[in-house]
């Protein structure tokens, strides 16, 4: 084939094309410029025996040096295709020139110079510790002083297990060989901040997170997401009364769930997050595992947590609570302090399982008449729990028939989570008198009927009417009673109500009786008035007549 003049001519003109394309992508992209001290992140494309070379974010290349980057038997720290963050040391013959941290080997005066300047780590070993603070041995005679204040960010509580470790510092000052001032801290704050930028992005509601205990408290534990700290309440830790120092211990790793995160500020007034986390939510759910196994007239023993004027509860396993009834302890009785006391171990007769309301009904049994009540031939169920089964029960079909009497009857004694069938749900915009079952942060819990059989619902606490801030425990304690109306009513049993709506309704209501009791004294042949209806409010006994013109 033979090639043309025209036709050399438009393969040099579209060369020509190519190439200007080329130096017009060139002259668009982004370079950065980059001065020493910069922080630069980077991946290894290639690794030589003293430096390898980093591809950074712009496409430019930097060399980072491996000094002081291999373990005691000389492994290199560092992998091909792995992301590594330095420092720019210094640029020569436009090589960016890159180091993690200036080695003991490099060390100089005006090394450490550069370093103040372009606040560049340098390596140290702690050699000795004194009233003001640590030596440092920083290499070829150069040596560093850290004040303790400067050692770490949390108070150090022995300062001893400093001496002897190799250790990041900044170089604040240098006034001679044997006269330079380092920190440590500013080194760890600088870490920390990069690791909260990339922790931030990852800090939502519901997120699932790992993270390091830092500290154990009586009220929670406080724990390192990366830069970034947050608290796990006590009541988080796990499900169950438990004490913190029994679940988690410093340097723990630990899995979390972010439940809460409000703006905030240090002590030094800079903005930060206030993270509330949660262990507990990522743990199995005792109840759930535990309800399958349970069934009418089992006998297991628990210990009792708390006792109230109506009844007692007894903790079977960690997180599951069941309520023995004061009509449930087989005798009659004032209170339930008359049988139990907390944290005493009792037998007790599962009377009803309530899953959808999270409920156990239970029964006292006597420990010395236990042999009499249990089956030999029922044998003793198996389960995966830390329950303790003990038998199963013989109910006295008499005992049987007063239980089922008072539930049908709705009286007062009758066992709280026993319920003959199913109660209806109320309508909506019902107003029904409510008793205080279980006070939360959020709000109260409230039942109602003859021991709250007919029904249980919830009460936000914005619909309490009670001030901004008050003590739902104080105000509205276990037992309270009160009016309130039913605001969102569901299928599945769940009741929303409101006490503001209620009271609201209720001044409502009273002022239409007066208006309507009066208005036959005012209307006299027709439509009454505001003023007729004063002047007749004015006339009853014992007021003052208006003055006739």
Known sequence: MTTTAADFAATTADDDNDFAALLAHESTTTRLRYKPGDQVRGQVVVIGEKTATLQLPDGQEGLLDLSGMRDRDGKLLINKEEFVTGYVLRIRDRVIEIARHIGKS?????????????????????SSTNKGGYVVDLGNSAQGFCPHAMMDTRRIED?????????????????????????RRAVLEDEQARKADETRLLLVVGAKLSGVITNVRDFGAFVDLGGIE???????????????????????????????????????????????????????????????????????????????????????????????????????????????????????????VDAAMRRLSLAYVDADKLTAVLDPEAGVPQTKTAAVFVGVAKVDKRDADKT???????????????????APVPLIGALLDVTVDKVETFGVFVCWGAAGALGRGMVPISELGLPLGADLRRHLPVGSVFKAVVTDSRPDGRVRMSRTQAERAQEQAEASSWLASHAGAAVKGGVGTFGELLLAKMAQPGTTKPAKK
């Open 106 to 126: 490099q060390i100089s005066t005006q090394v450490l110079q550069e370093a103040v300047h372009n606040r560049i780590p340098v390596d140290g070993t702690v």
């Open 159 to 183: 300062p001893v297990v400093f001496v002897g470790q190799r250790l990041k510092f900044r170089v604040l000052e240098v006034r001679g060989d044997k006269d330079v001032l380092v920190s």
């Open 230 to 352: 947050g608290l796990i309440p006590a009541g988080e830790l796990a499900y169950g009364r438990v004490k913190v120092q029994d679940v988690v211990q410093p340097g723990e790793k630990v899995e979390v769930q972010v439940q809460r995160i409000e703006p905030g500020v240090d002590h030094k007034g800079r903005p930060v997050e206030r993270i509330s986390l949660s262990m507990r939510a990522l743990a199995p759910d005792p109840f759930a595992q535990l309800v399958e196994e349970l069934q009418p007239n089992q006998v297991l023993i628990g210990r009792v947590r708390r006792v109230e004027p109506f009844g007692a509860f007894v903790e079977l396993i960690a997180g599951v609570e069941g309520l023995i009834h004061i009509s449930a302890f087989g005798r009659r009785i004032s209170v339930p302090g008359e049988v139990v006391q907390p944290e005493m171990k009792v037998h007790v007769r599962i009377l009803a």
């Open 404 to 422: 089922d009497k008072a539930a049908a009857e709705g009286l007062a004694n009758a066992p709280r989570n026993v319920r003959p069938e199913k």
